[in-house]
């Protein structure tokens, strides 16, 4: 199984040169399976550029097929979907799932709206589009690669996280979540035991949702639906995971920021004795699991 990165920033892309060695683009994942099988996790910014570099194979010639899963339908995880290029051009094939929403189809229509896009309507796209509804797929397959999910709250929103699994390997994509005060969301650390890697999102520091009244001041929303650092590394622990990759960061938190909130969960996992490898997530990495 093979994972590249093409957006890992939340909420707003981050164009400033100190936000760029992490990566600034909102959510986007790639996989494939050892035939190739191309699997994407949400459709950020990110989505715009991987559909770019998809021209120059099957997709640029109409011969290309993409499963497409949303982990929910606010606006950083979907804007990217009407700048997929390779969903203009006739004979390829995208399946799309998503949860967080009762119809993933009227929304996805509703950014298509001419107020928002000369596109107008999803039938304006040229490739073959299906959208699919997780409740009657628990088990998605793409190629080798197996798709098992699970729903849980965000908020006052809800929010898919998926397992791939190829073979023995697996990964685990949490892209947002709301950890309950001290506890953990057991649907997550059930839905991560034992994988090989776990990306998980990690938009607050624990000291930030420790505090009063949130980063916006008094009159800001307080910091909350979504997880910290320190929540992602408890999840890695309890679910006995071998890598964590922090995710959806903060669009305030430059590299410098992020390499010390890492620096602080290493010392946290070496004080346990853990073998657990922890880092971030960047944007063009791109490895075998």
Known sequence: MRVRF????????????????????TPCVEIRDQDNELLILDAGIGLYWLGRQLLTGPHGRGQGSVTLLFSHSHWDHIQGFPFFVPAFIPGNKVRVFGGGVDRLEDTLEGQMDPTYSPLVSLSNLGANVDIGALEDN????????????????????????????????????????????EALRQQVVDLARG????????????????????????????????????????????????????????PD???????AAIKEQRARVAALGSALEVDTAREGTEFEI
């Not at 957006?7 to 164009?15: E, H, N």
């Not at 080798?144 to 397992?163: C, D, E, K």
């Not at 938190?253 to 390499?259: Q, T």
């Open 253 to 259: 938190r430059d590299d410098d920021a992020i390499d």
């Open 138 to 181: 628990p088990l998605l397959e793409v190629g080798q690669l197996r798709i098992t999910h699970a729903t849980f709250p965000n908020g006052p929103h809800q929010v898919v996280g998926y397992r791939i699994e190829e073979a023995d390997k697996s990964v685990c994509y949490i892209c947002e979540v709301d950890h309950p005060n």
């Open 6 to 25: 093409w957006g890992v920033r939340g909420a707003l892309a981050a164009t400033e040169a100190c936000f760029q060695r992490v990566g600034g683009n």
């Open 195 to 250: 994988c090989d890697l776990l990306i998980h999102e990690s938009f607050y520091t624990d000291a930030e949702v420790g505090a009063a009244p949130g980063l916006a001041g008094k009159l800001g929303p307080p910091p909350s639906g979504h997880s910290t650092f320190g929540q992602a590394t408890s999840v890695a622990l309890e679910a006995g995971v071998k890598r964590l990759l922090y995710f959806y960061h903060h």
